[in-house]
Antibody, heavy 129, light 106 residues
Framework: QVQLQESGPGLVKPSETLSLTCTVSGGPISDFYWSWIRQPPGKGLEWIGHIYYNGSTNYNPSLKSRVSMSVDTSKKQFSLKLNSVTAADTAVYYC???????????????????????WGHGTLVTVSS | DIQMTQSPSSLSASVGDRVTITCRASQNINSHLNWYQQRPGKAPKVLINVASSLQSGVPSRFSGSGSGTEFTLTISSLQPEDSATYYCQQTFSTLNFGQGTRLEIK
């Protein structure tokens, strides 16, 4: 059974860089997309972005200028960096695997359905001096 | 950007009730719609993908329907363990979520 575990500092100072790592166990990191999602206290879910195992990325346009993601397949880990953080970045940060279906038409293959499963337990990151 | 709007934002219902939550997309997303359940202090759990496909292990009292811009999540007979916040998510373009619907058991 695939399990994900987030790790990283729980406290980050304003204007600094938030760095988190997600470790995948019980299954492969290859052939999947991997995502970061966050949830400010008492609020809803915000998709931050995702990375394919080959390193290609897709970020939420609202965060794109501050976000970078990377993957280390040898360690079965992927990472998030969010720079220039403010108090508004205080949240529980989740990592999740993106499952997807693929269909092929006319010699080209496309991504069909996508859904997040499983999720890590989440880690609270507080931005404060 | 595609905006996802859920209604109601919160509701209270009794055990055994039929409950329906609606999710509207700001543009056509075909059937690229997932539903998640999040219990307090826990990570979200996927219930339904592609608008109506029930995930393995999810009780059959949960069902999803809709396509295009309007979708519903229905719980046919509410159980105490269904107390949670429910989120829809579109996967047609960016993978954003609705604002959530908090479901309380009376």
């Amino acid at each position: 059974q695939v399990q994900l575990q987030e790790s990283g500092p729980g406290l980050v100072k304003p204007s600094e860089t938030l760095s988190l790592t997600c470790t995948v166990s019980g299954g492969p990191i290859s052939d999947f997309y991997w995502s970061w999602i966050r949830q400010p206290p008492g609020k809803g879910l915000e998709w931050i972005g995702h990375i394919y195992y080959n390193g290609s990325t897709n970020y939420n346009p609202s965060l794109k200028s501050r976000v970078s993601m990377s993957v280390d397949t040898s360690k079965k880990q992927f990472s998030l960096k969010l720079n220039s953080v403010t108090a508004a970045d205080t949240a529980v940060y989740y990592c999740a695997r993106i499952n997807f279906t693929r269909y092929c038409y006319g010699g080209t293959c496309y991504i069909g359905a996508r859904w997040f499963d499983p999720w890590g337990h989440g880690t609270l990151v507080t931005v404060s001096s | 950007d595609i905006q996802m709007t859920q209604s109601p934002s919160s509701l209270s219902a009794s055990v055994g009730d039929r409950v329906t939550i609606t999710c509207r997309a700001s543009q056509n997303i075909n059937s690229h719609l997932n539903w998640y359940q999040q219990r307090p202090g826990k990570a979200p759990k996927v219930l339904i993908n592609v608008a109506s496909s029930l995930q393995s292990g999810v009780p059959s009292r949960f069902s999803g329907s809709g396509s295009g811009t309007e979708f519903t999540l229905t719980i046919s007979s509410l159980q105490p363990e269904d107390s949670a916040t429910y989120y829809c998510q579109q996967t047609f373009s960016t993978l954003n979520f609705g604002q959530g619907t908090r479901l309380e058991i009376k």
